[in-house]
């Protein structure tokens, strides 16, 4: 099938690493996508990784990419209120279309 | 340049009823994609313009679904004797299709439809 799959829901204290993971399902897709969608916001893109890459570190943002087992992972550092969103995992298929999971939904603990 | 935007951000339509929605891409980019977001889920492609031509529709777009971008520059998407299944979040997104940025799509904010 072409179900991108990710956790409803995480629940983090502040401060804390953050730790969202996504499996997809094409071991051709080339790039494979982080966006945040904040509420009332349109969809941001945080961060991507090429398929020849298995880490990706930019600022509190670490992406690693498990190729073999088609699992995706973004770490958020030093986790702020501000980072409550969704996040999506997506991954390209062609030259037009991504393929998207449900999004996680990440809440921040004081 | 303020990014894609969306018009309307809002429609409240009844059964049946024709909508058009419009988006406005980032200026120099060519690559142009409609999405459809329910809640709770991620976007859902319908389709994809490369400049002006129409490459790709999702199974998704039933019939009653049109979309087109006249110029190559702002698209238009109408949808015909609307469903209350049609409620949704459309989003519009476009990019430089280019691998130096990763292809990156820019979303504009969206225009959230309900059918009554």
């Known amino acids: 099938g072409e179900d991108v799959e990710q956790s409803l829901f995480l629940s983090v204290r502040e401060g804390d690493s953050s730790v969202i993971n996504c499996t997809y399902t094409?071991?051709?897709?080339?790039?494979l996508y982080w966006y945040k969608q904040e509420p009332g916001a349109g969809l941001q893109l945080l961060t991507y990784?090429?398929?020849n890459m298995d880490m990706k570190q930019d600022q509190r943002l670490t992406v690693l990419l498990n190729k073999k087992d088609k699992h995706l992972s973004l770490r958020i550092a030093d986790t702020q209120t501000g980072d409550s969103a969704i996040y999506f995992c997506a991954e390209r298929k062609s030259n037009y279309q991504l393929i998207w999971g449900a999004g996680t939904k990440l809440i921040i603990k004081p | 340049d303020t990014g894609v935007s969306q018009d309307p951000r809002h429609k409240i339509t009844k059964r049946g009823q024709n909508v058009t929605f419009r988006c406005d891409p980032i200026?120099?980019?060519?690559?142009l994609y409609w999405y459809r977001q329910t809640l709770g889920q991620g976007p859902e492609f319908l389709t994809y313009?490369?400049?002006?031509?129409?490459?790709?529709k999702s199974r998704l777009l039933s019939d009653r679904f049109s979309a087109e971008r006249p110029k190559g520059s702002f698209s238009t998407l109408e949808i015909q004797r609307t469903e209350q299944g049609d409620s949704a979040m459309y989003l519009c997104a476009s990019s430089l299709g280019t691998s130096g940025d990763g292809y990156e799509q820019y979303f504009g904010p969206g225009t959230r439809l309900t059918v009554t």
């Open positions: 313009f490369q400049n002006e031509a129409q490459l790709e």
């Open positions: 094409d071991s051709s897709s080339t790039y």
């Open positions: 990784i090429f398929s």
């Open positions: 200026s120099e980019h060519n690559h």
